[in-house]
């Protein structure tokens, strides 16, 4: 797409945004009669300085797969400013076609405990009657921030590994309160929030799915006894957060219970085989996301399947995979490639072709138990 025209105006009254924007378009029409205004979606971003630069690549995709009115809010703990005082822009641009559409912007400055003021200048000029959907770039020193603008759209894009488990009990509405000390404000609700962690993981997922499609693996469910994962560790010597997401997809799939917690992982009692499973954990390479997953039954079958990132495992984009099913001195190997470029590619992925959050909510609740127990626990 090239660019069509801008008219930007610095300093507006907020209480002026509304008209600022209505005259910058008709300056711009008075150049461009086949320009359109698009009314039809509200969107708003929220960071802070430490997730700013990521921003622009945001709009640039939600400018094409939403195009309408768009909110960009700064937070900062230092700003001095008025909040009375925004940003005003129309940007168009020429699509391949010939189109030329138009996307709208107020852009503001505030600390933390401005928001709700800000509510109000969102109230006034958001589009009437269309959706709201936010993207939030904030430390997790501003989680309560981050609540409340999950509570106000109709769809909020975060990211769950910079939220407390408490803030995360209360997107599932789950009664772990009771043995993790958070207190749930909302019941049953979390639909309306889209983790990026948990689309950043679809690939690894659907290889999975991908490598239990075939008769020689699927015969190691009933059988299992070992998942083995290669992942990330923090400075602290925990897994990344990614990785319980992960354990918790695979333990709502399986119909896996921890029964027991060491340093090495967990053990799991297999709900439908009755038998034991252990999950264990270790260190793989730096990153956020998992480079090898082993499923294994017990020694005398032999049947094993791996799923591993090759090396490299970023190559153009492209996520690169490997499969091995072994059965004896048997291997068979199949190799595949996945689009990955971070959270702006999950959240243009999610648009343009969908992205199941299906199992989201029960693979969180599994993920944030598993997080919450002490090495060497024992169930009853």
Known sequence: MSSGGTKEFQSVPSSDAGATLAR?????????????????????????????QDIDQFVSVLSEVRPGRFFRVGVSEDFRGKLDDVKVSVRCERSDTGEVYCVE???????????????????????????????????????????????IADRAFV??????????????????ESAFGSSSRRSGEGSNTVDLNWLALSTWRQEIRNAFS?????????????????????????????????????MNRLGLAVTASSSHGFECHNEQTKGLVEL???????????????????????????????????????MQFETVVERGEEAFRRSSSEKYDGDVGC??????IGESTENYLSSLKEALSLRGLEAGFRGV
């Open 280 to 318: 264990r954990l270790m260190p793989g390479a730096e990153g956020a996301l998992p480079t090898k997953v082993t499923f294994a039954d017990s020694e005398a079958s032999g049947v094993r399947v791996t799923v591993r990132t090759a090396v490299p495992s970023l190559v153009e984009g492209l």
């Open 347 to 352: 959240l243009e992925r999610y648009y343009k």
């Open 24 to 52: 910058a378009f008709e300056e711009l029409s008075s150049e461009n009669e086949d320009l359109v205004r698009v009314r039809s979606a509200t969107n708003l971003l929220v960071y802070d300085g430490e997730h700013e």
């Open 105 to 151: 912007f107020i852009e503001m400055q505030l600390s933390p405990l401005e928001f709700k003021k800000f509510e109000s200048i969102l109230s006034a000029f958001r589009y009437p009657g269309v959706p709201l959907h936010a993207v939030v770039r904030l430390h997790r020193r501003h989680e309560k921030l981050t609540s409340r603008v999950i509570e």
């Open 214 to 250: 075939t008769p020689i693996p699927c015969s190691l469910l009933g059988n299992m006894s070992l998942i083995s994962l290669e992942v990330p560790f923090n400075e602290k010597g925990a897994p990344s957060w990614s990785t319980y997401l992960l354990c918790g997809w695979l």
């Open 159 to 176: 990211s769950s590994e910079r939220l407390s488990d408490s803030v995360l009990h209360t997107l599932i509405g789950s009664d772990l």
